[in-house]
């Protein structure tokens, strides 16, 4: 395959896809299907598949089990919320967005390098505790506005901002995981003493993947502490954590199409079951089960949606005349 | 001074000993041989030497481009850019991953583009790409499997996947190739088709090779010299005709005559 006709190729349909998916929930706003209420499902939706996507490069593609995502996420959020309440200026939110998602990558090599000699079950502790820290850290400070939290922070973000974040992120790390760097990330998840004995440092290749999951997953708090206008402590708990896990494992890990998938249907799924008020968490604790017995690999496995892929697909079932 | 000089190369798990000072030295272009009885330690030397393990006393030095230095107890993704390279016995292929990118991957450590390329797909990262895929397919060619690029590694044939371990390790453009049991599974066929192939690769490349293996026609027929390990000693070294006629060597193999 050619390298420059499959980019030409690619580039079409990420903008096919992306302006598509603007076009449908823009018209849906104008058309007054999605209100305000509807439209912090789309915030969710939107804020979910930035941090899954960043979690997916750490746990699906390099293999590293981490359930510390809530602490970046965090970090972000904390940073851009202290600097747009200081100075409510769109230039303070920007800053707040990249000062954070910065913050939050720093923080993931520091965390990164001692941790990531561990494995599995191990590395997903020390992640675990690494999270707790910073939210214990957030709940005692004066910057953070203690256990109270932060309130009243300025409202950045609209729906033509979420896009634009959500779309960028997801084609910067699908052009990391389609590239030689990507591919060594890759290369660690399959065998890790084959990657290190063909020339890869597996240390960092998994301190990068984690600092690049870290900042998206800083830029993702950001967008949160904008959007919900308040920031608590206890928002940012073992449960968000799971919460961004679950779309990861429920969209398949190792698939940036699933990522997108999962966060969409979950969040639908969330706003649809509003109404069953007490039986909304069993409910969807039973769907869950459920996508797990009869999909364990995920929603989508570890395949990305291609349209290529799809046509040669239906060529393959139309009967070869030989 | 030769290629690569093992000196009193020792490894001991706890009580055990699995590899006890072993001498060896291999010259530049040389194909040897290990061979020994199972649990001998030969893919634990192997293992010492590519830095899967580290030593527990002794020296590896290995002597190319005009350069020597002391590589034991170095990472084994620092001893790959050194240039030795390995497959592995029981195969340690990307299973999941495409023919193209497990060859794709064995290149990384030689990759013209920085992370900032790889996040932009800048005209930099299209032109190494292209390298890449052209250098992997011509790789492939040897062993007949450019056809098969886009198929998953775990879908070849055994056979195949032995041969896949091989381009790989060829991939990271290595001085010393070190083959680990490359012919384990093999029908008489393949393993003649693959001796044809080691013998090849080595007047092609320019390329020192050390193998393990049990298939003694394979080893009889290429292997200039032959080290014999029993019980992670040295036990002989020499010509294939020699080894064969070692009494030592038959009686590490078939058991002393009463």
Same mark, same amino acid.
């Given at each position: 395959?050619?390298?420059?006709?499959?980019?030409?190729?690619?580039?079409?349909?990420?903008?096919?896809?992306?302006?598509?998916?603007?076009?449908?929930?823009?018209?849906?706003?104008?058309?007054?299907?999605?209100?305000?209420?509807?439209?912090?499902?789309?915030?969710?939706?939107?804020?979910?598949?930035?941090?899954?996507?960043?979690?997916?490069?750490?746990?699906?593609?390099?293999?590293?089990?981490?359930?510390?995502?809530?602490?970046?996420?965090?970090?972000?959020?904390?940073?851009?919320?202290?600097?747009?309440?200081?100075?409510?200026?769109?230039?303070?939110?920007?800053?707040?967005?990249?000062?954070?998602?910065?913050?939050?990558?720093?923080?993931?090599?520091?965390?990164?390098?001692?941790?990531?000699?561990?494995?599995?079950?191990? @590395?997903?502790?020390? !992640?675990? &505790? *690494?999270?707790?820290? %910073?939210? /214990?850290?957030?709940?005692?400070?004066?910057?953070?506005? =203690?256990?109270?939290?932060?309130?009243?922070?300025?409202?950045?973000?609209?729906?033509?901002?979420?896009?634009?974040?959500?779309?960028?992120?997801?084609?910067?790390?699908?052009?990391?995981?389609?590239?030689?760097?990507?591919?060594?990330?890759?290369?660690?998840?399959?065998?890790?003493?084959?990657?290190?004995?063909?020339?890869?440092?597996?240390?960092?290749?998994?301190?990068?993947?984690?600092?690049?999951?870290?900042?998206?997953?800083?830029?993702?708090?950001?967008?949160?502490?904008?959007?919900?206008?308040? @920031?608590?402590?206890? !928002?940012? &708990? *073992?449960?968000?954590? %799971?919460? /961004?896990?679950?779309?990861?494992?429920?969209?398949?890990? =190792?698939?940036?199409?699933?990522?997108?998938?999962?966060?969409?249907?979950?969040?639908?799924?969330?706003?649809?079951?509003?109404?069953?008020?007490?039986?909304?968490?069993?409910?969807?604790?039973?769907?869950?089960?459920?996508?797990?017995?009869?999909?364990?690999?995920?929603?989508?496995?570890?395949?990305?949606?291609?349209?290529?892929?799809?046509?040669?697909?239906?060529?393959?079932?139309?009967?070869?005349?030989? | 001074?030769?290629?690569?000089?093992?000196?009193?190369?020792?490894?001991?798990?706890?009580?055990l000993t699995a590899?006890?000072?072993?001498?060896?030295?291999?010259?530049?272009?040389?194909?040897?041989?290990?061979?020994?009885?199972?649990?001998?330690?030969?893919?634990?030397l192997f293992n010492?030497?590519?830095?899967?393990?580290?030593?527990?006393?002794?020296?590896?030095?290995?002597?190319?481009?005009?350069?020597?230095?002391?590589?034991?107890?170095?990472?084994?993704?620092?001893?790959?850019?050194?240039?030795?390279?390995?497959?592995?016995?029981?195969?340690?292929?990307?299973?999941?991953?495409?023919?193209?990118?497990?060859?794709?991957?064995?290149?990384?450590?030689?990759?013209?583009?920085?992370?900032?390329?790889?996040?932009?797909?800048?005209?930099?990262?299209?032109?190494?790409?292209?390298?890449?895929?052209?250098?992997?397919?011509?790789?492939?060619?040897?062993?007949?499997?450019?056809?098969?690029?886009?198929?998953?590694?775990?879908?070849?044939?055994?056979?195949?996947?032995?041969?896949?371990?091989?381009?790989?390790?060829?991939?990271?453009?290595?001085?010393?190739?070190?083959?680990?049991?490359?012919?384990?599974?093999?029908?008489?066929?393949?393993?003649?088709?693959?001796?044809?192939?080691?013998?090849?690769?080595?007047?092609?490349?320019?390329?020192?090779?050390?193998?393990?293996?049990?298939?003694?026609?394979?080893?009889?027929?290429?292997?200039?010299?032959?080290?014999?390990?029993?019980?992670?000693?040295?036990?002989?070294?020499?010509?294939?005709d020699e080894i064969?006629?070692?009494?030592?060597?038959?009686?590490?193999?078939?058991?002393?005559?009463?």
């Amino acid at each position: 395959m050619d390298v420059r006709q499959s980019r030409k190729k690619n580039t079409v349909i990420t903008l096919v896809l992306a302006l598509g998916s603007f076009a449908i929930v823009q018209g849906l706003i104008m058309a007054g299907m999605i209100r305000s209420y509807q439209m912090v499902t789309v915030a969710t939706i939107c804020i979910n598949i930035i941090l899954a996507a960043g979690l997916n490069l750490v746990t699906g593609f390099t293999g590293q089990f981490s359930l510390g995502h809530a602490g970046f996420m965090a970090i972000g959020a904390y940073v851009c919320a202290i600097l747009t309440l200081r100075d409510g200026s769109m230039g303070s939110f920007f800053i707040g967005t990249i000062l954070g998602a910065v913050m939050a990558a720093l923080c993931g090599v520091l965390i990164g390098i001692p941790t990531l000699r561990l494995k599995g079950d191990y @590395l997903a502790i020390a !992640t675990l &505790g *690494f999270a707790e820290i %910073i939210r /214990i850290f957030a709940q005692n400070l004066v910057i953070t506005g =203690g256990a109270a939290g932060l309130s009243g922070i300025p409202k950045f973000t609209n729906w033509p901002m979420l896009w634009a974040f959500t779309v960028v992120t997801l084609i910067l790390i699908i052009a990391f995981i389609k590239s030689s760097h990507g591919r060594a990330c890759i290369a660690i998840r399959e065998d890790e003493i084959a990657a290190e004995s063909m020339g890869i440092n597996t240390t960092k290749y998994k301190v990068m993947a984690f600092a690049i999951g870290a900042f998206f997953a800083g830029v993702g708090g950001a967008l949160y502490a904008s959007t919900f206008y308040i @920031l608590k402590p206890t !928002t940012f &708990g *073992f449960m968000k954590s %799971i919460d /961004i896990l679950m779309v990861v494992v429920l969209g398949g890990m =190792g698939s940036m199409t699933g990522t997108v998938i999962a966060a969409a249907v979950l969040a639908i799924i969330t706003m649809l079951l509003q109404s069953f008020s007490e039986l909304r968490m069993v409910l969807y604790a039973i769907m869950l089960v459920a996508i797990m017995l009869f999909r364990p690999q995920g929603l989508m496995g570890d395949r990305e949606l291609s349209v290529p892929g799809f046509i040669k697909k239906r060529q393959k079932k139309a009967p070869k005349a030989e | 001074m030769a290629l690569l000089t093992v000196k009193n190369l020792t490894k001991s798990f706890g009580g055990l000993t699995a590899v006890s000072d072993v001498n060896m030295q291999i010259e530049e272009g040389e194909l040897v041989g290990l061979i020994g009885p199972n649990g001998a330690g030969k893919t634990t030397l192997f293992n010492l030497l590519t830095g899967v393990y580290e030593p527990t006393t002794g020296k590896v030095i290995l002597n190319t481009h005009g350069k020597e230095r002391e590589i034991q107890g170095k990472k084994p993704y620092n001893i790959c850019g050194e240039g030795i390279a390995r497959t592995f016995q029981n195969i340690r292929l990307f299973k999941e991953l495409s023919v193209l990118d497990n060859v794709r991957i064995a290149m990384h450590q030689r990759v013209g583009y920085n992370m900032m390329d790889a996040f932009l797909h800048t005209p930099k990262y299209v032109k190494e790409e292209e390298r890449m895929i052209k250098e992997a397919e011509e790789l492939l060619d040897i062993f007949h499997l450019s056809h098969k690029k886009f198929e998953k590694a775990k879908n070849l044939p055994y056979g195949e996947q032995r041969h896949l371990e091989i381009v790989r390790a060829m991939a990271t453009k290595p001085d010393l190739l070190l083959l680990d049991e490359p012919a384990a599974g093999m029908n008489p066929n393949e393993t003649a088709a693959l001796t044809e192939t080691i013998a090849q690769l080595r007047r092609d490349f320019g390329l020192t090779i050390l193998l393990i293996e049990h298939d003694m026609s394979l080893v009889m027929k290429i292997c200039e010299r032959i080290y014999v390990l029993n019980y992670g000693q040295m036990l002989a070294k020499g010509t294939p005709d020699e080894i064969r006629n070692n009494k030592q060597v038959i009686e590490a193999y078939l058991g002393e005559e009463r």
